[in-house]
């Protein structure tokens, strides 16, 4: 159960597009379509902002998509705004009933 | 409003036990699996436990197989991990979260703001 790869640091100016990507192996992201992204601002519990790889809940912005080609999957937040500023974690079911996340991302808006 | 609220942390020494409970309100609680995720002190998330709706199947961590034990009372809508063992690397905040619709075991769209574990001598 090792934890997904995720580049530690991205950042856009308002306005911009920004990806994170996130990387498993064949057992994790590649192997299923159970891929979430879940958005973080600090001293505050995580909240749910894409799930199933692509959709996304009641409530989130249009700006959130999500994809997945192979052993990685993506988030791409659209039209930076300066309440996007947060971590962001992916994280997808490994298999035997128990699930990974990714180590992280800090998004700053510039 | 949906709605989860842990309690039940503080500050325990290595090897020492320590149950944390989640109490749900909002919607109905033996519809749903639920999980336990932590985050250590400036780190990410790590999933812990589920377990699915009518507690009968379990599911946990490796690295906290064999010395926590998540469990639950529908009729209490309450959510409980019992720590047992506890070591430094367990120091997290713990949070219990319930998925975003019954249908689903995972995605999890319901978070409690937390109880932070602290296991030092």
């Known amino acids: 159960q090792s934890a997904l790869t995720q580049p530690p640091s991205a950042s856009g100016s308002p306005g911009q597009s920004v990806t994170i990507s996130c990387t498993g192996t064949?057992?994790?992201?590649?192997?299923?379509?159970?891929v979430s992204w879940y958005q973080q601002h600090p001293g505050k519990a995580p909240k749910l902002m894409i799930y199933e790889v692509s959709k996304r809940p009641s409530g989130v912005p249009d700006r959130f998509s999500g994809s997945k080609s192979g052993n990685t999957a993506s988030l791409t937040v659209s039209r930076l705004q300066v309440e996007d500023e947060a971590d962001y974690y992916c994280?997808?079911?490994?298999?035997?009933?128990?699930?990974?996340f990714g180590r992280g991302t800090k998004v700053t808006v510039l | 409003q949906e709605q989860l609220v842990e309690s039940g942390g503080g500050v325990v020494q290595p090897g020492k036990s320590l149950r944390l409970s989640c109490v749900a309100s909002g919607f109905t609680f033996s519809s749903y699996a639920l999980h336990w995720v932590r985050q250590a002190p400036g780190k990410g998330l790590e999933w812990v436990a589920v377990?699915?709706?009518?507690?009968?199947?379990?599911y946990y961590a490796d690295s906290v197989k064999g010395r926590f034990a998540i469990s639950r009372d529908n009729s209490k809508n309450t959510l409980y991990l019992q720590m047992n063992s506890l070591r430094a690397e367990d120091t997290a905040v713990y949070y219990c979260a319930r998925p975003i619709t019954s249908h689903y075991y995972y995605y999890l769209d319901v978070w409690g703001e937390g109880t932070a574990v602290t296991v030092s001598s």
């Open positions: 064949s057992s994790d992201v590649g192997g299923y379509n159970y």
């Open positions: 994280s997808s079911y490994a298999g035997s009933n128990r699930y990974v």
């Open positions: 377990t699915l709706y009518d507690g009968s199947n379990k």
